[in-house]
């Protein structure tokens, strides 16, 4: 039983740890704070394996976002993108926005980047975002909401930065 359920976390890691990366990325926008949380919440999930193989995603998403947002509590979250990194743009994306969007994000604090990455990154309901983020049902809409106008506002601001320059 034990190799049973090694063999799984094993399959679990490798088929989920991209994803998981991405996710830490996308909120953090820092290539090392993005490992460094996948580690630990992989590192987590495997320690209670026996109680979570059912759930797995659950508590991992629970776990790096909370890792994540506990960072950002204590560090303060990054200003400025690394200027390597850029997103990789497909044909479906408006290309102009897209650096715009990630801009803003970096502005906004990093609970809503957060709301906004698990909602609309990783598609979950509002009910699996609440979880995560441990905050009710009925609160994730409302700072949903907020979110979006101030990205909205971050974004116009950014549009005429760059038009000013």
């Given at each position: ?48 394996w026996r109680t979570v193989h059912r759930d797995p995603e ?108």
């Amino acid at each position: 039983m034990k190799a049973e359920l090694e063999e799984g976390f094993e399959s679990f890691a490798a088929a989920t740890a991209d994803r998981w990366y991405r996710v830490a990325y996308a909120i953090t926008r820092d290539h090392e704070l993005a490992g460094e949380a996948v580690s630990s919440a992989l590192a987590a999930a495997y320690a209670r394996w026996r109680t979570v193989h059912r759930d797995p995603e659950t508590y991992v998403r629970r776990s790096l976002v909370n890792d994540l947002l506990g960072w950002a509590r204590r560090r303060g979250a990054p200003s400025q993108p690394h200027d390597a990194v850029r997103i990789r743009r497909t044909a479906a994306r408006d290309l102009a926005d897209t650096d715009t969007v990630w801009a803003a994000m970096l502005e906004m604090p990093v609970g809503q980047r957060a709301l906004i990455v698990l909602r609309y990154y990783e598609r979950l309901t509002e009910d699996e975002v609440a979880h995560t983020l441990a905050i009710r049902p009925e609160l994730v809409q409302a700072q949903l909401t907020a979110a979006l106008v101030d990205l909205r506002r971050l974004m116009a601001l950014a549009r005429e930065r760059a038009r000013a320059s």
